[in-house]
């Protein structure tokens, strides 16, 4: 079965501190898996994307990694501010001929006090 | 602005009635996207447009819930005979091309069944 799963469900940081959130996917087979960030009242915006061949790609404080043998993508945030709260989802890209589908995590939600 | 335009942004209607959301998608954007998100949930697909047509509607939750495109561009989900269960709020995403590419989300329409 394809799906999606995101750790932690929820996260609580000081402002200034690093944090990592997993994705892990059991999607067959693989095409890419995406990273969102959603604030609050607002719609998803896409952060990075990985295919099977990357396995590191930064988009300023966002570092995305990819690892195709576990399955596994994180998501770290450097230097985190007040304004990285909000939730940050990520789906996968399965394409098995003309089944092309997006499997979506249920997102984790972070929350960077002063 | 050149994003994704949903309207109207709250909804607040009476059980049992109809209700209509509106997408504007970006200028250009092939495939259009209908997501429902209800309050700490992830991102549960609704139904897919290539231009006008859905090749994909297999997340419409019962036969109250139906979407049309026209002219390769508004799209309008509508949903009959309102229950309580509806109240969420409904996302549009458009992209180019086919699934996988990037999609750009509106920021949604709040709805509340009374």
């Known amino acids: 079965k394809n799906q999606v799963e995101q750790s932690p469900q929820s996260l609580i940081i000081l402002e200034g501190k690093n944090c990592t959130l997993q994705c892990n996917y059991t999607v067959s087979p693989f095409s890419n898996l995406r990273w969102y960030k959603q604030d609050t009242g607002r719609g998803p915006v896409s952060l990075t994307i990985?295919?099977?061949s990357e396995n590191t790609k930064s988009n300023g404080r966002y570092t995305a990694t990819l690892d195709a043998d576990t399955k596994q993508s994180s998501l770290h945030i450097t230097a985190s501010q007040l304004s990285d709260s909000a939730s940050y989802i990520c789906?996968?890209?399965?394409?098995?001929?003309?089944?092309?589908?997006?499997?979506w995590g249920l997102g984790t939600s972070l929350a960077v006090n002063p | 602005g050149a994003g994704v335009s949903q309207s109207p942004s709250n909804k607040v209607t009476e059980k049992g009635k109809d209700v209509e959301l509106r997408c504007d998608p970006i200028s250009g954007h092939t495939a259009l996207y209908w997501y429902r998100q209800s309050l700490g949930q992830g991102l549960e697909f609704l139904i897919y447009?290539?231009?006008?047509?859905?090749?994909?509607k297999s997340g419409l939750p019962s036969d109250r819930f139906s979407a049309e495109r026209t002219g390769g561009s508004v799209s309008t989900l509508t949903i009959q005979r309102t229950q309580q269960e509806d109240s969420a709020v409904y996302l549009c995403a458009s992209s180019v091309g086919q699934v996988g590419r990037p999609q750009h989300f509106g920021d949604g329409t709040r709805l509340s069944i009374l």
């Open positions: 447009f290539q231009g006008n047509s859905a090749p994909d």
């Open positions: 990985m295919t099977f």
């Open positions: 789906d996968s890209r399965t394409n098995a001929g003309n089944n092309r589908k997006l499997i």
